[in-house]
Structures are given as C-alpha cells and as structure tokens.
C-alpha cells in the first residue's frame, strides 16, 4: 500500500499526546515546537512507530457525549437502547469501560458527536503509518486537499511538518513552513521569531519592525486621541519666529518640547527649508531621548548630514541598540557613501548586535557611470571611505565592486580586532562573532 492510500485527517485536543500545553496560553509557537519533538516515537528498524514509545490511540479520533454537567467524554459510541421506558447510550470510553448514559444526562441532541467519515479512515491509517519523511509529506498534503483543512488541521500540518525536520533536516521548503530562517553568517537554521529577536526586532501584525519602531508606533497612537497644548504653543511660535532672535526663539522651543511636539517636529522635518529651525528642532530632540526623538536625530543625520545629531545620539538614555538596528537599514543603501556614513554611526554607537550587518556591508556592488576603455580594470580611491575596483568602462553604467573603509573601521572599533589581510573578508567576522557572541560562547564585553 503507497502512502498516499493512507494519509490521515485528525484533529488533536488540548488534551492528547501531539498537542503540548506548556506554561500560559501565550506560549511562543517554538517552545511548543520543541515539545512536539520530544515527544516524537522512536523509530524501529522497520521504519514503523515503536507502540512502546508512543500511544497512538492517543493520537486518533473520538467520539464525545458532552454532558449537562460540563464533562466531556471521549471513547467510541456502541448503540441506543430503551431500557424501562429510558432511552440510554452505550459508550465504551478511552479506558476500556463499558458506561450505559442515560439520555437526560446528555446537553441535547448535539452533545453526542460521533466522529466522521474522514476520521474514521485516520484512525485505520494511523494504524499502518510509516515514520518517513514521504508519508508524513503526503499525510501534509491530504491535510491541506480537504475543505478548510490548513484551518481544521492547523495542528496536525504542524506535527507532520515537524516530524518531517526530523527526519529530513535538509528539507528548506518544510522549514521556511514551520517559520525557520536560515542565518547565513551562523550557518545554521533558527526560528524567525528568533532570529528577529536577537537583533532588536519585535513583532508587529505579520511583519518584524525594529524596537524603536514598535515605540513610536505606540506612542504616536497615544498622541492622536489627545489634544495637546504644546503643539498650540508651537504654531504661536511659528507665527512669532521671524520676530524673535535665535536664542530667544531656541530657549521656548526647548521650553516647550515634549513627547507630543517632538512627533509633530519629525512631520515637519522633511518639509523644513529653514537651516536654523532645523537646528533647534535637533537641540529638541536631544532634549528627550525617547524612539521618537531617536527617529528625528537619525534623520537629521543620514538624511541631511548634521553630524551634531550623531553627538545628542550618543547620550545617556537613548538606547543605542535599537539606534544601531535602525541605522542597519541604511547598509543597503544604493548610494555607497550612506553605507559608510551609517556605518561611521554604528561604530560611534559601539554596539554588537549590528556585526553581522556590517560584514555583509564590508564590500558592496554599485552601479556606476565611470570613465576608461572597455576592458580596462580601473581602481578607484576616494575621500569617503571607499576604494574599488571597476570592471570595463565607457560611457555605459557599470558595476563596481567597493571596499567600504567606515564599515572595516566599525567593526575594529565594535570588536576590538584586526584579522589583517583578512578584514574586508566578511566570513572571517561572522566566525569571529559565532564564537563570541553565541548563547553557547557568550562572553561579556566592556
């Protein structure tokens, strides 16, 4: 018999063997993960389920009578009878007892739930399931063929998936199922969640947004059901700017500044023409180190360069941190010079949780217009950090490969190492960080 002759629907109750409860309710997915693997059976050497290692009755479908007194029982429905004038049902429950229920002690007609034909085949396929990464595969898709199974058999997707990790770790498409990311520079598989984690992320709806982000968005959220006096304080001070000196007009704005007026400065910032209110809203932000006023410094310093920003930034109670998070953002940038300006930043900041970022930004490709003969290997030197070499030539777009010197010093500063002729290799530093910075080889730094 194929496997695909036996996959099984079932549905798994709190209270069975697959589906773990482990300390509250809002237990993350991945510890229960790791439960439903402990729990696996061990295989024998036919590749069938050892019936020592695991109960399968636990594991099929029931039939249940719900009774006025709030008790489930669960085992297999053997008939309907009248006895003296009462109507009572013969149950044989999971323990092996033979009950006789009377009628009334029943909810109603609804509370006797016999299992259903799907079920029923389950329970003879369990029987017969082989432990294989291929059964488990088909049990997954025949889950999935039935209607609204991925929301009927969410669990039990889940089991066959996790079983075939086990015994298949090499399958990717199985892992990126059960929410695994596979992290380049550690070379190994992690949970999303995670991964996300350890880097400063935290969750939001269905996406990762950095710490700082998730503040903001929470304290913007705040700000709107309210109407505060310091944004009417601030639109009188607008009207009154041209007519005060620029101490004056600094010292109300300061006077002025709280969480609420720092988000309505951020809205203005892009729009701002004016040099000098942009330089009072800076000194502001750095009056509260809040994500929010983080946000607007780190602005003011990728965006428009102000290199006083990265000085308010470097105060006591910004989270470093998650300013080093976001900045990461920018090592991606197209525009090689942001690379290295964020990466200058990061290494000011001296933080280790943005390591791993910068050396995949030690060398980075560009697209430029550059100058020379076709064919020609150009080696370009700068004064922003950069030096590369270009590949071709003429007048057409072409690709540049950049060392990004801030990125290399960066991570110097942050590590305290040199690997020498090595540096601009990132595989060196990601083995350098596996071995510092794992729970396994966590050691403290200064």
Known sequence: MSPTDIRPEFWLSSQRLVRLTIGPATCSWWLCGVAMLLMLPSISNAGVWDDDAIDRESLKFHDEIRLRSG?????????????????????????????????????????????????????????????????HHDMVLWCEEQDRGSVMFKDQIRFHRMRIMALDPNDEKVRRQLNYKFVEGQ?????????????????SGSNWIPTMQKDLDNRSSTIRKTTPPSIAAYNAWERRFRN??????????????????????????????????????????????????????????MELGNDRALDLLQQEGFNRSSVSAELVNYLGNPNNAVINRAAFAIGELNT???????????????????????????TTFGNNGVSGMQFGGGNGPTKMMFKNDDVLNALRKISEEDFGDLNYDKGVWQRWYIANYTHRNLKARR
């Open 71 to 135: 008790q489930v029982l669960q085992g297999t429905l053997i008939g309907q009878k009248t006895i003296d004038g009462k109507k009572i049902i013969e149950f044989e429950s999971l323990d092996g007892d033979q009950l006789t229920i009377a009628i009334s002690r029943i909810v109603d007609q609804k509370g006797v739930r016999p299992i259903n034909a799907p079920a029923k085949r389950y329970n003879s396929m369990l029987d017969q399931l082989e432990d294989t990464a291929k059964w």
């Open 187 to 203: 070379g190994k598989w992690v949970l999303e969640e995670q991964y996300w984690k350890s880097i400063g992320y935290v969750g």
């Open 244 to 301: 005060m000196s620029l101490q004056q007009a600094q010292g109300q704005l300061l006077q002025m500044t709280d969480e609420i007026l720092i988000a309505k400065l951020i809205e203005r910032l892009p729009k701002e023409k004016n040099s000098q209110k942009v330089a009072m809203y800076i000194e502001a932000f750095g009056k509260i180190p809040s994500p929010n006023s983080a946000r607007g410094l780190i602005f003011c310093f």
């Open 352 to 378: 280790t949780n943005s390591i791993l970022a910068l050396a995949d930004a030690l060398i980075t490709e560009h697209t430029v217009r550059p100058a020379g003969d076709p064919g020609r290997i150009n």
